[in-house]
């Protein structure tokens, strides 16, 4: 192990040479929301070039650090070797976790291990694993009072700024994870009195929509509320959230303008940003009733997007691809809007893309998928789709606006092995009456057992 350390010390140097050219690289502006990379460097020079003794949280943030670093030097040089070492740092950083203690000491470096941590869980489809991590910094940020206007206690402005930053970056975290997987915030709105960080406006707004979409849409006491009631408040936030994204798609086009060669990655985390704002812009679209079509029916508009999430989430897959990037670090959070379209109105186009979506979740075929991986869900619930459309067809006239018996048993796919919840949601979806009587909560509450059972932490962390 000494000697990969000095070797990776080697390899330190020459990326710390080419990023000091490159600040505005995509990759390490994402992981400098945690920690300034001043100081990431000043903690790699001490893992690595160690005079004193280290922690364990600086020898996780230095390896962390290097981890981006060194797959950022590979996506700009294509340099396989550099992907290895890439890969050694995130061995170290797993292994790092492993050893860490129940109990963190209250400090900007424990937070911003837990903010690193919950990344890459995220971007691993570990989001019980990323749940905990952003729970816990949440409670080391509110013990420490980040979450409150700063006060003269002696710290320097850029002490100042790096807390503040670092808040933001678990603000955001928890909000979306919030809404992910169903559960109430461990940041409330109205206990905060800091000022939105100026370089992360369109992620914190976004991040406070998120927090008032479930708050007021989809928590049990938002789905008991009169009809009216929830569509006024979610035609507000879909207004909210559309200047989200028409910041972001200016955005997205600018670096795919100027930036597409020499930062392609820029382009494909903006996308990522798009992705999520536009997946949350049609579970608001979702809570509006229609005036037409059976009870339970979509809005042509919240279609609209669902099938937008899709198509940009292709395009970023072809781009990761392309450049020999990680697939896995692509957050991939999409509800289940178009599943439920295509089997009701038996839309082959929709279904298509699910197909397409599922496909492009397929794990490289060094890593072996656990039971519960994304691409093993989606794949078991589009093969269960068109096998019901396919059959519903031989049977019956061809209605697009009608809804089908269902001739399909559930029991000829492989639910079971999944646990007896998913055979019972994939049941209740593909279920003809139910179809008929769908309400808003019905809906949500089948679409989060799908989302449970992709976070559920069977698969390993990979690296």
């Known amino acids: 192990m000494g000697k990969r350390l000095v070797i990776v010390g080697l390899f330190y140097n020459i990326t710390l040479t080419y990023f000091a050219e490159h600040r505005k690289h995509s990759i390490l502006a994402h992981i400098s929301r945690i920690l300034p990379i001043e100081k990431f460097t000043d903690i790699c020079q001490k893992v690595y070039f160690a005079v004193d003794s280290y922690s364990e949280l600086e020898f996780i943030l230095a390896n962390g650090y290097l981890s981006y670093t060194f797959f950022a030097y590979f996506l700009a040089t294509q340099l396989g070797v550099y992907k290895e070492y890439s890969n050694l740092c995130w061995n170290n950083l797993v292994n790092a976790f492993a050893r860490l203690p129940l109990m963190l000491p209250a400090s900007i470096h424990a937070i911003a291990v837990l903010a690193l941590g919950t990344f890459n869980a995220i971007e691993n489809s570990k989001m019980s694993l990323a749940w905990s991590f952003i729970s816990y910094a949440s409670n ?234 994304p691409h093993r869900i989606y794949e078991l619930l589009s093969r269960t789709a068109r096998l019901f459309i396919e059959s519903s067809a031989e049977s019956l006239p061809t209605d697009s606006a009608s809804t089908l018996p269902l001739t399909v048993s559930i029991n000829d796919f492989e639910f079971p092995h999944l646990g007896m919840e998913t055979e019972s949601m994939a049941n209740d979806i593909l279920n003809a009456e139910d179809l008929q009587a769908y309400s808003l909560s019905d809906w949500y509450y089948n679409n989060q057992q799908i989302m449970d059972l992709m976070h559920q932490d069977g698969m390993p962390w990979e690296f």
Not at 150 to 164: F, I, L
Not at 230 to 244: G, K, M, S
């Open 140 to 373: 080391l940020c509110i013990t420490l009072g980040y979450h409150r206007a700063p006060t003269d206690k002696g710290n320097s402005q850029a002490q100042q700024t790096e807390q503040e930053s670092l808040f933001w970056v678990v603000y955001n975290m928890d909000k979306g994870l919030s809404l992910r997987l169903g559960r109430s915030s461990n940041l409330r709105d109205r206990d905060i009195t800091l000022k939105a960080d100026p370089n992360e406006l369109r992620r914190t707004r976004l991040a406070r929509i998120q927090g008032k979409l479930y708050d007021q849409l989809y928590n049990q006491e938002a789905l008991s509320k009169p009809e009216q009631e929830r569509e006024n408040i979610a035609r507000a936030l879909a207004r909210e959230l559309r200047e989200v994204i028409d910041e972001t798609y200016i955005e997205v086009m600018d670096a795919e303008r100027n930036s597409a060669l020499t930062d392609p990655m820029g382009a494909v985390y903006l996308r990522c940003e798009l992705i999520c704002s536009s997946s949350s812009l049609a579970l608001v679209l979702r809570a509006i009733p229609t005036t037409s079509g059976p009870v339970g029916s979509v809005s042509d508009e919240c279609v609209a997007v669902a099938r937008e999430v899709m198509d940009i989430h292709q395009q970023c897959m072809v781009t990761i691809r392309g450049s020999r990037g990680n697939a896995s670090m692509f957050q991939k959070y999409i509800n289940c809007i178009l599943f439920t379209q295509a089997v009701q109105l038996r839309d082959r186009d929709d279904l298509a893309r699910i197909e397409r979506f599922s496909a492009s979740l397929k794990p490289d075929s060094y890593i072996l998928a656990s039971p519960t991986h």
